[in-house]
């Protein structure tokens, strides 16, 4: 069964700085990777996804994903943090054979940025 | 763009009574999905909908739970006697099922059990 752990409940940066957030993963077949945000009293909102190809994904808001199959990991990364990026990221993971089958969400890690 | 939406945001119902949660998903699309997230907790699947049958269901879709999908723009969540642990947010989803493609969320609907 498929699983994604994401170890950190929160992540605090400054404006400005590099921000990391952490995901793995374990699935059976080949990997479909997805990250959501999750603003207060929001639904969750799309921000990337690695399907095949280039390790390194770019998404909204100038997030990017970098996918490394040999670590099993999928970590949010953003170059000038923001006080707006502040909420909760949700990894996801989906058996990649078909394209309908369900999410299996981390537990969530919330993003602190302080001005 | 297209947005899924669900009603209402918030519902408050007594501990037995039936509740229903009401969707309309993205138009063109063909796969829904309801999850739900208790308070502090991650978002766990519920069930997925494709063609007018259920498509997958987790083991916390019980007989108290139901999905239909009336007609060709709503997709509802039914649940027959709530209890006090069916307080959460509950998602909506839809995707057009193309490999690889997102699935799109609702902002939910709160559900409350007194």
């Known amino acids: 069964a498929q699983s994604v752990a994401q170890p950190e409940d929160q992540v605090n940066v400054a404006e400005g700085n590099p921000l990391t957030v952490k995901c793995t993963y374990s699935?059976?077949?080949?990997?479909?990777l997805f990250w959501y945000v999750q603003y207060p009293n929001r639904g969750l909102q799309f921000l990337l996804k690695?399907?095949?190809?280039?390790?390194l994904v770019k998404g909204s808001y100038g997030f990017e994903a970098e996918f490394n199959k040999s670590q099993t990991s999928f970590h949010l990364k953003k170059p000038s943090a923001l006080v707006s990026d502040s909420a909760l990221y949700f990894c996801a993971v989906r058996d990649g054979i078909t394209g309908f089958q369900k999410l299996v969400f981390g537990t969530g890690t919330r993003l602190l940025v302080s001005p | 763009e297209p947005e899924v939406t669900q009603t209402p945001s918030h519902q408050v119902t007594q501990m037995g009574q039936e509740v229903i949660l009401r969707c309309v998903p993205i138009s063109n699309h063909l796969y829904f999905y309801w999850y739900r997230q208790i308070l502090g907790q991650k978002v766990e699947f519920l069930v997925s909908f494709y063609n007018n049958e259920i498509s997958e269901k987790s083991e916390i879709f019980d007989d108290q739970f139901s999905v239909e999908r009336p007609d060709g723009s709503n997709f509802t969540l039914k649940i027959r006697s709530t209890k006090l642990e069916d307080s959460a947010m509950y998602f909506c989803?839809?995707?057009?099922?193309?490999?690889?493609?997102?699935?799109?969320f609702g902002d939910g609907t709160r559900l409350s059990i007194l």
């Open positions: 989803a839809s995707s057009d099922g193309v490999m690889g493609q997102p699935q799109h």
């Open positions: 699935v059976s077949g080949n990997p479909y």
């Open positions: 690695y399907i095949t190809g280039d390790n």
